[in-house]
């Protein structure tokens, strides 16, 4: 077995292992490969692919001198120095990355499942090993988010994060704002283009987004989130009158993943469609682009924005994560979150909002007699009436609904960012 080098020199290279030669695993190969000389010029870091696990076969590919099936051949390989895990899912990731951090290996991950599953377990073993399980692209693809959330953001207070953290979901609800196309015709074409899965479910139901934001906030508020206590809704009910009425308000509808620290110290935190104000940042975020919003005591917003998928700008992030690890290797960054804080998340209907309201109703008294400061849309052609409301808590604006008698056709939230 030989090793493939990048390099003109060899001495001190850190060695790497892949597992899970798919996308992002072929595309950080294929970046060491092409970029080596500029990773060194730029930082110093000699970089050495030395393994890549996959159960697939690879005959005739570049690296195929490197394949493996066998997993020990990388946790039992005492030089290799940094794993990078893209292998996505849960099973067998987990047991992987644990076995290679217990073997002090420092590990890099781009599966977003993993990290904000498993986060917990896998930064005490880290710390414990005293290396480095780091996760950059988990989050926003080429986007770099986590970094300056945790480092150049750190001597901030952040009391909230939104963001556009799904690139086939933004791409449907782009197609239905700019070409009055209805979701199933976006879904089909951003399938057709090779955005959505086969099986969308993860993307439209708001699952990846809500994984997303769940390693955002337990890095930003310290304590690990965990998606099972995240009120998530995705977009397959938006139609095109919610669209329209939205737009004569003013506002955008985005799939918006959000965080905030409540005054009561508990976290306001969900996934779900919203309307964003047109004047907002985030309403420019269009197509497969993601962005996120971090709001800093000392910066105020500060937006992050580009690729939040795809094979080159998500290795980079992982790239981006191996050269942390070449810089003094033999320290472990504090960096991470604490074990999951007991009642951390408020229930959402506790948590003031504004509510958008569509309604097969004409009667503006029957609106106004529940939600007396409403502002009223009508939509003559359908027979239906749009209002926002005003804040309140979301269980109390819920109960008026119901009471009001009115046939409220959808709700969705709208947003202050
Ligand atoms: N399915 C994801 C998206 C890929 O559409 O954004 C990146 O996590």
């Known amino acids: 077995m ?57 005959e005739n590919d570049e690296f195929s001198c490197l394949m493996t099936k066998d997993f020990t051949d990388i946790e039992n390989d005492d030089e290799i120095d940094v794993v990078v895990e893209t292998m996505g899912g849960l099973n067998p990731a987990f047991d992987f990355v644990s076995r290679c951090l217990k073997k002090k290996k420092h590990v890099v991950s781009s599966n977003k499942e993993l990290v904000a599953e498993k986060g917990s377990e896998l930064l005490a073993l880290a710390e414990e090993a005293g290396v480095n399980f780091l996760f950059e692209a988990s989050v926003g693809g080429g986007i770099p988010i986590i970094r300056p959330l945790t480092r150049c953001l750190a001597g901030n207070r952040i009391s909230a994060l939104a963001g556009i953290l799904n690139g086939t979901t933004n791409f449907i609800m782009t197609k239905m704002i700019t070409e009055r196309s209805d979701f199933s015709e976006a879904l089909a074409l951003a399938q057709k283009l090779g955005y959505a899965e086969k099986d969308p479910t993860a993307d439209v139901e708001g699952i990846d987004a809500c994984r997303k934001i769940c390693i955002l906030a337990s890095l930003a508020f310290g304590s690990h989130i965990s998606p099972s206590c995240i009120h998530t809704e995705g977009i397959t009910k938006i139609t095109l009158s919610d669209v329209e009425l939205a737009e004569r308000f003013g506002y955008v509808i985005k799939l918006i993943a959000q965080a905030k620290m409540l005054e009561n110290s508990k976290v306001a935190i969900m996934v779900s469609p919203a309307l964003v104000k047109k004047s907002s940042m985030l309403s420019m975020v269009n197509d497969v682009f993601n962005a996120c919003l971090v709001r800093g005591d000392q910066t105020g917003d500060v937006l992050l924005y580009g690729k939040g998928a795809g094979k080159s700008a998500t290795a980079s992030a992982v790239v981006g994560d191996i050269i942390d690890c070449s810089d003094n290797s033999e320290k472990r960054k504090v960096f991470g979150w604490k074990k999951e804080a007991c009642g951390l998340v408020e229930d959402y209907l506790n948590v003031p909002v504004r509510l958008f309201v569509r309604t097969g109703n004409s009667e503006k008294e029957k609106i106004l007699s529940a939600f007396k400061n409403a502002e009223i849309i009508e939509n003559s052609d359908k027979n239906e009436l749009a209002f926002i409301t005003d804040e309140a808590a979301e269980g109390k604006l819920r109960d008026s609904l119901s009471a009001s008698g009115l046939e409220v056709l959808s709700v969705l939230r709208v947003t202050d960012y």
């Open 2 to 58: 030989y090793s493939l080098y990048f390099l003109t020199e060899r001495v001190n290279a850190l060695k790497i292992a892949i597992m899970g030669y798919g996308v992002v695993g072929s595309g950080v190969a294929a970046l060491l490969k092409k970029n080596s000389g500029i990773i060194r010029e730029n930082t110093g870091a000699e970089l050495e692919l030395k393994r890549i696990l996959d159960i697939r076969n690879f």
